[in-house]
């Protein structure tokens, strides 16, 4: 599990923290080739002979014959899976974003901050991977007993657009890339619909349930894809937003399909 702070800080000693902790399951960093051309693609090979999988509800069995040195192995520079049959195991890997700090807002005045935290995923799966993102506690940002509100979209759908009553204050997120999920995708107008990614746009409020917020359905290495995630934190024109040490343990999860 790697840890990383995010900082947000607010004018009269109205400070943000988010705690945000990355999870990849598994995660072996390493790379193979693939061959290809426009009709087919080889994702591994082995000289060998014969090989099958056999199984029963009491066993489950894959033979092959020819190969030698099969297995894994590791070191703390490299692991390994050597044989045909080790090479069907896939892994992704998460890359550690760099802290963010936002520029500071008042907590009387109505003022919003915004900033972005982004991963590099990268996976050999041929399947694709998720990408999911939950909040640790209810409120997400807190700060004893003050807190900004779960940001609530009017529908089932994110909003298009970040947009809160006057007299309260509110905290988001809405994710941006080529993997965004399709319920943040939208058609220039709205969210769930359509195949455009409009940056700064589709917000959700975060959850102690996980939300996915970024799919694919193919491996992407050797390059990987930017996941980024925006996060804004507003306080309406006629609220008052208590001074405090704000802060946001989040949890964001990658998994191969």
């Given amino acids: 599990m790697k840890k990383y702070l995010l900082h947000i800080f607010k004018k009269r000693s109205i400070m943000i923290f988010l705690l945000i902790f990355s999870l990849v399951i598994p995660l072996y960093t390493i790379y193979a080739e693939t061959m290809q051309s426009t009709t087919y693609k080889i994702q591994s090979d082995s000289v060998n002979v014969g090989g099958q999988d056999s199984s029963s509800t009491n066993y489950n069995l894959r033979d092959t014959t020819g190969e030698i040195g099969t297995g894994d192995s590791n070191s703390t520079n490299y692991f390994m899976h050597a044989g045909f049959w080790q090479l069907q195991e896939s892994y992704i890997a998460l890359s550690s974003p760099s802290d963010l700090a936002l520029t500071p807002i008042g907590g009387i005045n109505g003022e919003a901050s915004e900033g972005t935290i982004y991963w590099q995923v990268t996976t050999d799966n041929i399947a694709g991977y998720s990408m999911s993102i939950a909040s640790v506690t209810t409120p997400a940002l807190k700060s004893g007993s003050d807190s900004f509100n779960d940001y609530a979209p009017v529908g089932a759908d994110p ?4 947009s809160i009553v006057s007299t ?12 965004v999920s399709a319920r943040f995708k939208d058609n220039t107008s709205a969210c769930n619909t359509g195949t455009s990614e409009t940056t700064a746009k589709c917000w959700d409020g975060l959850s102690t349930t996980p939300k996915i917020i970024f799919q694919r359905a193919t491996s992407n290495q050797p390059a990987g894809t930017t996941a980024t995630v925006r996060f804004r934190a507003e306080s309406g024109s006629n609220h008052i937003q208590p001074a405090g040490s704000y802060s946001a343990p989040i949890t964001i999860t990658a998994i191969t399909l």
């Fill in 159 to 162: 909003d298009y657009n970040f």
């Fill in 168 to 179: 309260t204050s509110a905290f988001g997120f809405s994710p941006e890339g080529t993997d």
